[in-house]
C-alpha cells in the first residue's frame, strides 16, 4: 500500500498513538468495489487500551444506513455517493 503520512491522535484515556495513513487499493462491501480509498492504521495499540476498529465517516457517507444492536449488525445500501471522490 502506498504510504500517505502519519498523524498523532489521543485516545479517551489520553494516551497518544501514531497511525499511518495509506491507500487501499480496493475495498469489497458486498457487491460493491471501492478503489484507492484512503485509510489509517494504528503503528501500535496504545497501552492498555483495547484494539479497535472504525469506519470512517468519508466511507460511511456512501451508504444509507441501519445498526441493528440486538443482533450486533450493520445493513448497508449504497446511495448516490457511493462513487465519489474520497
Same mark, same amino acid.
Request: glycine share 6%.
Given at each position: 500500500? !502506498? !504510504?500517505?503520512? =502519519?498523524? =498523532?491522535?489521543?485516545?479517551?484515556?489520553? +494516551? $497518544?498513538? =501514531?497511525?499511518?495513513? +495509506? *491507500? *487501499? %487499493? /480496493?475495498?469489497? #462491501?458486498?457487491?460493491?468495489?471501492?478503489?484507492? +480509498? %484512503?485509510? &489509517?492504521?494504528? @503503528? #501500535? @495499540? $496504545? !497501552?492498555?487500551?483495547? &484494539?479497535?476498529?472504525?469506519?470512517?465517516?468519508?466511507?460511511? /457517507?456512501?451508504?444509507?444506513? +441501519?445498526? @441493528?444492536?440486538?443482533? &450486533?449488525?450493520?445493513?448497508? !445500501? $449504497?446511495?448516490? *455517493? #457511493?462513487?465519489?471522490?474520497?
Amino acid at each position: 500500500m !502506498k !504510504k500517505l503520512g =502519519t498523524s =498523532t491522535s489521543k485516545g479517551s484515556a489520553g +494516551v $497518544p498513538f =501514531t497511525m499511518q495513513k +495509506v *491507500l *487501499l %487499493p /480496493k475495498l469489497k #462491501i458486498g457487491n460493491y468495489e471501492l478503489y484507492q +480509498v %484512503p485509510i &489509517h492504521i494504528n @503503528d #501500535i @495499540d $496504545p !497501552k492498555g487500551m483495547e &484494539h479497535q476498529e472504525n469506519i470512517g465517516n468519508k466511507l460511511l /457517507k456512501r451508504f444509507n444506513s +441501519v445498526i @441493528d444492536f440486538k443482533n &450486533h449488525s450493520i445493513y448497508l !445500501k $449504497p446511495n448516490r *455517493l #457511493i462513487y465519489s471522490d474520497m
